[in-house]
């Protein structure tokens, strides 16, 4: 028997001895196995793949002047790939299946009645080919909350990868995160 | 008799069937084609779609936020009719330039981009903020995502872009929306928001 280069499927060469229904048995056999393998299923995953939001949807977290903390969450709106375990870290999201990840993330800082300074908002990884692969800043203000944002693509290649925020700020006394999230999902 | 395999029924012959290679190979080839058209069918796009807004949208002095609205559609999916049955686009078609909400048709997790150029505001406009944030059937609580800016009166810049993403969980039917808010120390100056964009991908189930 012999094989076709790019996908295996079987046939009978000359030499091989007449069976034809086994043989045909065979080739719709790994014809039936193929299509299921790299057609249907990945399609259909490809409208399910992992995703998750977590965030902070109650109370403030202090944030240190010159300090780079990380951000806590709350709670998760969803999950579908064990990313969030909110018993084992209030800060990881962690990336269980490889891939090419949209990511959006935000922040909304706390006015204190003074502007100075400015808060930088970075999202941060654990492996990849870039650690920081995105970061976004703003000015403060004394009255008005400061909200940043970021959104990028990442690609995780050696999981689990564990992606955290953290925010950092030069104001010169402590402020408050309040509202924050991360989204997280699989687009390749 | 001839068997098939399990997955797509593709058949073939067993022992004690009329020898009849070309028959029993034409009656597979014609099963292989009419799955893999089947396939090819299936094989299109989630649910996705980009408006766009043209029109400037302009807050008035007497107001503090105002929802962005949508004049063209960049595009807006079909979604495989092997997943959904034969089901509608992705959102509600835009054919009213005022639409300032935007209907998914679909439930489940939709990753959600908006962005948009905010003119300069003088000082004297006494503007101390303008954000940008997401509503989901008319309210931004809970909170979803927000960007902000106070540096709205740099004189070398002509606009300021601002642009936020969300994750969000929606059922089919839901209203999305993207809009612009603005703080004022005093006055009653107008802030205008020029081009934007809105992107919607149902991710997940």
Request: include cysteine; aromatic fraction near 8%.
């Amino acid at each position: 028997m012999g094989n076709t280069p790019e996908r295996n499927y079987p046939y009978p060469e000359y030499a091989t001895a007449n069976n034809a229904p086994a043989q045909i048995q065979s080739f719709a056999t790994a014809v039936d196995t193929d299509i299921l393998s790299f057609l249907q299923q990945p399609r259909q995953a490809a409208n399910a793949y992992p995703s998750a939001r977590v965030w902070r949807a109650v109370g403030n977290q202090a944030i240190a002047n010159n300090t780079s903390v990380t951000l806590t969450y709350t709670a998760e709106t969803f999950d579908n790939n064990s990313f969030f375990d909110i018993g084992v870290s209030t800060t990881n999201v962690v990336v269980n299946t490889a891939g090419v990840y949209l990511i959006g993330c935000s922040v909304t800082m706390q006015a204190d009645g003074s502007a100075t300074g400015a808060a930088a908002l970075i999202l941060m990884s654990s492996g990849a080919l870039v650690q920081n692969p995105i970061g976004t800043s703003r000015d403060l203000h004394a009255t008005r909350d400061t909200s940043l944002s970021g959104t990028t693509l990442h690609r995780v290649i050696t999981t689990p990868e564990t992606l955290t925020m953290f925010v950092r700020h030069n104001h010169g006394a402590g402020l408050n995160a309040a509202f924050a999230q991360m989204s997280v999902t699989r687009i390749a | 008799m001839p068997a098939s395999t399990p997955n797509f029924l593709l058949p073939y012959p067993v022992p004690g069937d009329p020898a009849d290679v070309p028959t029993a190979l034409e009656t597979l080839a014609e099963q292989i084609d009419l799955v893999l058209k089947d396939q090819e069918a299936c094989a299109v796009p989630r649910p996705m779609a980009q408006f766009l807004g043209t029109v400037p949208n302009i807050i008035p002095g007497t107001a503090t936020t105002g929802l962005f609205t949508w004049q063209l559609t960049d595009f807006n999916t079909t979604p495989s009719p092997c997943v959904f049955a034969d089901g509608p686009p992705a959102v509600e078609p835009v054919v009213d330039a005022a639409t300032n909400q935007l209907r998914v048709n679909y439930s489940g997790l939709w990753f959600i981009f908006g962005t948009v150029q905010v003119e300069r505001t003088v000082p004297a406009s006494n503007i101390d903020d303008i954000a940008v944030e997401f509503t989901l059937n008319g309210s931004t609580t809970p909170h979803w995502a927000r960007s902000s800016t106070h540096n709205v009166t740099t004189g070398g810049d002509t606009t300021h872009l601002l642009d936020a993403s969300v994750c969000m969980t929606l059922a089919a039917g839901d209203l999305v929306g993207f809009r612009g808010a603005v703080a004022r120390s005093a006055g009653a100056a107008p802030v205008t928001f020029n081009s934007r964009s809105i992107t919607l991908l149902r991710m997940a189930p």
